[in-house]
């Protein structure tokens, strides 16, 4: 049983002749070139995207801070979010 599955791609010849070269010289297949490619592709996307989320984290945070200085926040008694949104 194959621990990995094919997957067909169009690449324009330039593109296929440029990986292929560096494939040779990286001493690499040119599937594994592929593989090594889209796994820093991954990485660096999954890598941006958590930045992402901390960030927006970060800034619900300061603005929780912000507003519970200013005195702008609400204290719910227990069962109290339940009462406010009516159910």
């Known amino acids: 049983?194959?621990?990995?599955?094919?997957v067909t791609i169009s690449l324009?010849?330039?593109?296929v002749q440029e990986s292929e070269r560096l494939a040779?010289?990286?001493?690499m297949t040119?599937?594994?070139l592929?593989?090594?490619?889209?796994?820093?592709?991954?990485?660096?996307?999954?890598?941006?995207?958590?930045a992402w989320e901390e960030k927006e984290t970060m800034k619900?945070?300061?603005?929780?801070e912000r507003e519970k200085k200013q005195g702008k926040l609400k204290v719910l008694p227990p069962g109290g979010l339940?009462?406010?949104i009516g159910k």
């Open 24 to 27: 040779k010289t990286k001493q």
């Open 60 to 64: 619900a945070i300061k603005s929780f």
């Open 12 to 15: 324009p010849p330039a593109m």
């Open 82 to 84: 339940a009462k406010l």
């Open 30 to 32: 040119r599937s594994e």
């Open 34 to 50: 592929v593989r090594a490619s889209l796994r820093e592709y991954l990485e660096r996307y999954n890598a941006k995207r958590i």
């Open 1 to 6: 049983m194959r621990s990995t599955s094919l």
